[in-house]
């Protein structure tokens, strides 16, 4: 069983900056894809970056304030967030993907999740 464990939540003040870490217990070079999601209050958890093993997605609502990278080596993906905004509080949390050879459509493609790290934006 993979673990994941995210890392670099905390309360912010608008217009700062965060990165957050998600560690793997395996081998990343065995996902696929390795996604960033986030669950603001009262709202559905949405993807907001997507890592493949040659691509990036942004989710359209973060694009340019939002990128992620993904370190092999230390079977780690992280989000950078820059230019945080009250509207990016929630809770962040990673996924794994195994075996898909295209980009997840759905969030139950997903075969491992974090537990999540929470961001807090003081406005």
């Known amino acids: 069983q993979v673990r994941l464990t995210e890392s670099g939540g905390g309360l912010v003040e608008a217009g700062g900056s965060l990165t957050l870490s998600c560690v793997s217990s395996g081998d990343t070079t065995n996902f696929n894809y390795m996604g960033w999601f986030r669950q603001a209050p009262g709202k559905e958890r949405e993807d907001v970056a997507i890592?493949?093993?040659?691509?990036?997605t942004i989710a359209d609502s973060v694009r340019g304030r939002f990128t992620a990278s993904r370190d092999n080596r230390e079977n780690t993906i992280y989000l950078h967030i820059l230019k945080l905004r009250p509207e990016d509080n929630g809770t962040y949390t990673c996924?794994?993907?195994?075996?898909?050879?295209?980009?997840?459509?759905?969030?139950?493609?997903?075969?491992?999740w974090g537990q999540g790290t929470q961001v807090t934006v003081a406005s």
């Open positions: 890592i493949g093993r040659g691509s990036l």
């Open positions: 996924a794994a993907n195994l075996g898909s050879w295209t980009l997840p459509k759905r969030q139950s493609e997903y075969d491992y």
